[in-house]
């Protein structure tokens, strides 16, 4: 069963990161681009679990962190924080949340990992991180990651076999 949820998982990453890579750094709003594989992290900290949430978020950030120019495992470590996070706080919540209650937390969980990626990067002195567009950025790609984020919670849903629609409500 682990090796199914892995192979699934791989999958759904390498689907998110080739639509972020290709997709959508043409479909920016006023520059900005989603975060698909943080919010890849954050729906899998939901059905995943703290556990669940910091492998895909680490594994997401790595095949991400293999793309970019800033130092390796940044994003890495970022999403397996924010999984984690979220991970946590979903123990806390019932798996009957409304979806909005769901989309609402994820948007602010996107907001937190970004400000996570700054502040990790403004650690280890990486320039150009923390400008003056950083508050549009901000704003902008957690509204932007909000708007695509019930796919992503299906797609997770899918890697953990959580069944989203019962059907034993339906029967006559």
């Known amino acids: 069963m682990l090796a199914v949820a892995t192979i699934k998982s791989a999958i759904a990453l390498l689907v998110l ?61 970022t999403y397996a924080i924010v999984g984690y996070l979220l991970g946590q706080i979903a123990t806390f919540l019932s798996d009957e949340a409304e979806w909005i209650i769901r989309i609402t937390i994820s948007i602010a969980a996107v907001t937190v990992g970004l400000l996570l990626f700054v502040t990790f990067g403004e650690l280890i002195a990486e320039p150009n991180l923390y400008n003056k567009n950083f508050g549009k950025v901000l704003v902008v790609a957690s509204l932007y990651t909000g708007l695509l984020m019930a796919p992503i919670h299906y797609m997770m849903a899918w890697v953990f076999g959580v069944a989203r629609f019962p059907t034993s409500g339906f029967d006559r």
């Open 17 to 77: 990161l080739v639509l972020q890579l290709e997709l959508f750094s043409s479909l920016r709003f006023f520059g900005v681009m989603p975060e698909l594989l943080l919010g890849a992290a954050i729906a899998a900290g939901w059905y995943g679990g703290p556990l669940g949430g910091a492998i895909v978020g680490f594994s997401g950030g790595l095949f991400y962190d293999l793309y970019l120019a800033t130092p390796m495992g940044l994003n890495a470590l």
